[in-house]
Every structure is written in structure tokens, then in C-alpha cells.
């Protein structure tokens, strides 16, 4: 069971190989490939830094306990209608995606993101709603 606040349910869904640091990269990429290859992989929703943030550089003001983020873990909980220490698969969050999320929405949850720019996070959602899962991380 992995553990994960809420808006990394939306950075999975656009992740492509980028982060923070190799550690940071290695860490997503591991995760991200468990939930692509098993989506019945359990994941329990967690205020806070999770199992992502644990390999978060220290590079001065840490991110993970940034008021904005905890916001932004709130909205997208909101907007899935999940609350925190809720345990699903991944398969199910997938499927509350498919519900509750459109491509648009990350514009508003993730106005402020740095990542948001590249638009690989409102493809990864458009790529869940077309059933297709998680991209492959090359």
C-alpha cells in the first residue's frame, strides 16, 4: 500500500520521467510504474507529505508543507469526492477520474503549479477518461 495526498493523484496522471532530482525521479517512476502494471494496488489517502514528498530535495523552503499545496490536496479530494485516510486501488481512483475530472479542471486546482505549463497533466487526464491508464514512462 503506498500512501498519497491528494494532488499527486493528478501528478501521476501527467508524470513523463521530469521531477526535482533523480532521487525524486527514481522514487516516481517506481510508484508510477507499480500503479500502471498492478491498478489494484492500494493506496491510502494521506493529509500531508507522503511517500512522493519523502524524496523531495531539501532546497530550502520544503514545498510539501507549503499552505498552497495542502490546498490544492484538498480541492482535487474535493472534486473526487475522497476524504483523507480513505483506502482505494488505484483502479478505483482511476474510475472516480473517469467520474469527476475533465481536462479543464487543472487549470483551476493547479492554477499556481510550476509543472502546469507543460500540459502533460491535462493529457493524462484526457488519456484516463479515454480508459487508455496510466502513459508509459520511457
Known sequence: MYDLRGHHLFCLLGYRGMGYSQEYVENMTRLHQTLRDN????IQLVKGP???CEKYPNLGEYHCQNNTIYERDA????KMELNIGQILTWKDIESRIRKHVTSLDIRIVCETCS??????CEE???EILEGKGLREVK
Open 115 to 120: 509543472w502546469r505549463s507543460y500540459g502533460v
Open 39 to 42: 491498478p489494484k494496488t492500494l
Open 124 to 126: 493524462g487526464i484526457q
Open 50 to 52: 507522503d511517500q512522493l
Open 75 to 78: 480541492a482535487i479530494l474535493e
